[in-house]
């Protein structure tokens, strides 16, 4: 691996300097065909430290020649690379899985920095997944052959059906869970024997260059994984209209989505689309209150409210309704805010000062809308953080739950409170919004949660949990929340394709 400051990458192209992990500021650099390489233009991006708005690293804002060469990388690559058998292909993943374990504090500390969320989050979350995605697709393509591959007898004939790889993918990702959702479609994106071009956030760039530089030093085939670093307009509109792109696989913002699907539906590439969310909490009467509590405050306030399955809209059963506010509101207050880097922080900055505009913009406005701030607000810390995007959780309630800040995706500290006197009426509410990412319902009749969860039109609901993840699980939304499902066995067949030999028997 090249860490030689002098020299940008293994064919010494210039004037890119390729700096060592560690140094400071720090320019990344595209990894194609194998290589670290300069990007086409001189154009830069900073990456900020959203705790203190500080630059550490510059980001490439790269262009059509890049994706150009990106694509090209993975076409030449894919032929050999899809021939190889699955159960080389899954041991590539485990070897993946096995260096980025080595660098797990270094993926925590990295995405903590990038992101501005608590290192005690970034590790259990951000670093353990990263890690488990590629061995858990690698033992889900072991344990399956490779995929799903059926036989349908006839009388006089057997049908098999044999996945085969789509080609090439071009993989984009926001800035919540960086490495998290980036290894979530390079797993069973290579794993199923297509060659991807990455496209990361160009606002967290830091782990999936962390992961090109496993990927480098491991040995994976040239060409196999690339990624070109850059902004939407520059970078992800090139890739995803590429006629050279087979598959496009992209999490991120609904508006977004639709701009991806315009540009690769004309071309009939195969698309995933993981979008936004404007999930309902459900709290029934007959609930364990203490526990419902601290499941709907995490539901609501995990990573500064950035999940896009958070539970940003409460609903409250009219039985419990004054309790359950005050033991909430308590409950929020004591959540410890600050510090990202220190062990005990609870929820940390957001992701960048537009966003933070974006989401002030929407207290504001629930405030028009007749709303009161129960708690929230700046939260007062050292000098050292006032150029940060800070917001403290903020709890809203007074507004009906057709106003637009309790219907429209915030995507941030803010939660919006409603009462419902039955079933139906939180099933209505629950169903009033654009979206149908997910949900949460908190009783202690599991029948009733259950037919609760099943009139509620998302992809995904939890009953007396949140986020309580198993990775064979189908993953995904409906309405404006998405098309397709990921996850497990879904991954593996939005993956591939999957083609029926029919032989006809003597
Ligand atoms: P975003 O849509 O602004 O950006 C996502 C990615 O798309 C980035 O890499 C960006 O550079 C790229 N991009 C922007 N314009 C593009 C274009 N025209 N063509 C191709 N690529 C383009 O989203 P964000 O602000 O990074 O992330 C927040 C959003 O992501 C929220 O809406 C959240 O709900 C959603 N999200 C959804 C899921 C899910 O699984 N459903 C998971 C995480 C986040």
């Known amino acids: 691996m090249n860490l030689d400051p002098e020299k940008c990458c293994d064919s010494g192209c210039t004037p890119c300097e390729r700096d060592p992990i560690g140094s400071e500021p720090r320019d990344l650099c595209n990894y194609i065909g194998g290589e670290f390489v300069c990007h086409s233009n001189d154009e830069w991006m900073n990456v900020l430290e959203p705790a203190r708005g500080l630059r550490f690293g510059r980001v490439p804002l790269s262009g059509q020649a890049d994706v150009d060469s990106a694509v090209a990388a993975a076409r030449s690559a894919q032929p050999a690379w899809g021939s190889l058998s699955h159960s080389d292909r899954a041991d590539w993943l485990d070897k993946i899985a096995d260096a980025l374990e080595e660098k797990y504090e270094d993926i925590a500390a990295l995405e903590s920095r990038d992101t501005g969320k608590p290192i005690s989050l970034a590790r259990a979350v951000d670093a353990y997944r990263s890690v488990a995605n590629f061995r858990f697709f690698a033992g889900l393509i072991r344990e399956t052959h490779g995929g799903q591959r059926e036989r349908f007898e006839m009388e006089d004939a057997t049908n098999i059906v044999v996945p085969k790889p789509v080609g090439v993918g071009a993989l984009i990702t926001p800035w919540n869970l960086p490495l998290y959702l980036l290894s979530w479609k390079v797993a069973p994106a290579i794993g199923m024997g297509n060659t991807v ?129 005050t033991a909430f509101v308590n409950s929020v207050e004591a959540m410890k805010i600050g510090d990202p880097s220190d062990e005990s922080t609870q929820l940390g900055a957001l992701i960048s000062a537009d966003h933070l505009a974006k989401v002030e913009g929407y207290v504001e406005l629930a405030k028009e809308e007749g709303g009161k701030i129960l708690t929230g607000g700046y939260p007062g810390l050292s000098k050292e953080f006032e150029h940060g995007n800070w917001l403290a959780p903020t709890v809203i309630s007074g507004v009906s739950a057709n106003a637009r800040c309790a219907t429209e995706e915030i995507f941030g500290p803010v939660v919006t409170i409603h009462r419902f006197d039955n079933e139906d009426e939180a099933i209505a509410i629950a169903n009033n919004t654009r979206y149908g990412l997910a949900g949460s319902v908190w009783t202690s009749d599991l029948e009733k949660g259950r037919r609760v969860a099943e009139n509620i039109d998302t992809g995904m609901v939890w009953v007396n949990t949140w986020l309580h993840r198993d990775l064979r699980v189908p993953f995904g939304g409906v309405k404006d929340s998405g098309v397709g499902r990921e996850g497990g066995r879904w991954s593996l067949g939005f993956f591939s394709e999957p083609m029926n030999i029919c032989l006809k028997h003597d």
């Open 197 to 325: 071009v990455c496209k990361p956030s160009e606002l967290t760039p830091m782990t999936a260059d962390l992961l090109m530089e496993t990927i480098h030093y491991v040995g994976l085939p040239a060409g196999v994984v690339n990624l070109v670093h850059g902004d939407g307009e520059g970078a992800g509109g090139p890739l995803t209209a590429h006629p050279d792109v087979d598959l496009v696989s992209f999490t991120g913002g609904t508006e977004t989505g639709a701009k991806v699907a315009a540009a690769a539906s004309p071309m009939f590439k195969k698309l995933s689309l993981e979008l936004g969310g404007k999930n309902a909490s459900i709290v029934f009467d007959d609930c364990d209150l203490e526990k419902t509590v601290g499941g709907v405050t995490r539901a609501a306030f995990l990573n500064q409210g950035q999940v896009c399955l958070c539970g940003s809209r409460i609903l409250v059963q009219s039985g419990v309704y004054d309790e359950f506010l």
